[in-house]
T-cell receptor
Framework: NAGVTQTPKFRILKIGQSMTLQCTQD?????MYWYRQDPGMGLKLIYY???????DKGEVPNGYNVSRSTTEDFPLRLELAAPSQTSVYFC???????????FGPGTRLTVL | GQQVMQIPQYQHVQEGEDFTTYCNSS?????IQWYKQRPGGHPVFLIQ?????EVKKQKRLTFQFGEAKKNSSLHITATQTTDVGTYFC??????????FGKGTTLSVSS
């Protein structure tokens, strides 16, 4: 099993550009999550999904969108990139909201 | 809203010294989880505590869940350079997502 995979690993965007961060898991987990991590600030939840077709906002959803058309995939969309979105983005998955989460390797995004 | 706080934010120790990080929640938790993130890496699950007063050990790591299920601690005995990283605690929010503390970053000099 590959676990949770994320692409790309690194990306530099210009202000106003858009992009999609990809996340795929092969563990048949119902729950999937997107976090951003800024230095010294821990992990902040952007969006999460409890199953295909169901998504909900986390603590910092502004400027992002998600979709969950399959159990395996949970892409994160940035429509108009801003410097404040410079961060490391982690995708994670779990069996339920109470179980351990498995994290992907992360995407390091810089917006200039 | 629910908050999970960790102290200290940073800790530097000499190899062989002990290390402890503390986690406090503003609300009672159904469980608490601990994760470790190596520099440049991603968070990796270490353990989950569920019962009030529970103590679990993993080699040199000892995890404790408070009696009131609002606090927890992670103690590392005789630190090694391989223990370097950031340790996060996390508690479930409404059973759908985890609230992470800001983490304690441990550095170890040999």
């Amino acid at each position: 099993n590959a676990g949770v995979t994320q692409t790309p690993k690194f990306r530099i965007l210009k202000i106003g550009q858009s992009m999609t961060l990809q996340c795929t898991q092969d563990m048949n987990h119902n729950y999937m999550y997107w976090y951003r991590q800024d230095p010294g600030m821990g992990l902040k939840l952007i969006y999460y999904s409890v199953g295909a077709g169901i998504t909900d906002k986390g603590e910092v959803p502004n400027g992002y969108n998600v979709s969950r058309s399959t159990t395996e995939d949970f892409p994160l969309r940035l429509e108009l990139a801003a410097p404040s979105q410079t961060s490391v983005y982690f995708c994670a998955s779990s069996w339920s909201g109470l179980n351990e989460q498995f994290f992907g390797p992360g995407t390091r995004l810089t917006v200039l | 809203g629910q908050q999970v706080m960790q102290i200290p934010q940073y800790q530097h120790v000499q190899e062989g010294e002990d290390f402890t990080t503390y986690c406090n929640s503003s609300t009672t938790l159904s469980n608490i989880q601990w994760y470790k993130q190596r520099p440049g890496g991603h968070p990796v699950f270490l353990i989950q505590l569920v019962k009030s007063g529970e103590v679990k050990k993993q080699k040199r790591l000892t995890f404790q869940f408070g009696e009131a299920k609002k606090n927890s601690s992670l103690h590392i005995t005789a630190t090694q350079t391989t223990d370097v990283g950031t340790y996060f605690c996390a508690g479930p929010q409404a059973g759908t997502a985890l609230i992470f503390g800001k983490g304690t970053t441990l550095s170890v000099s040999s």
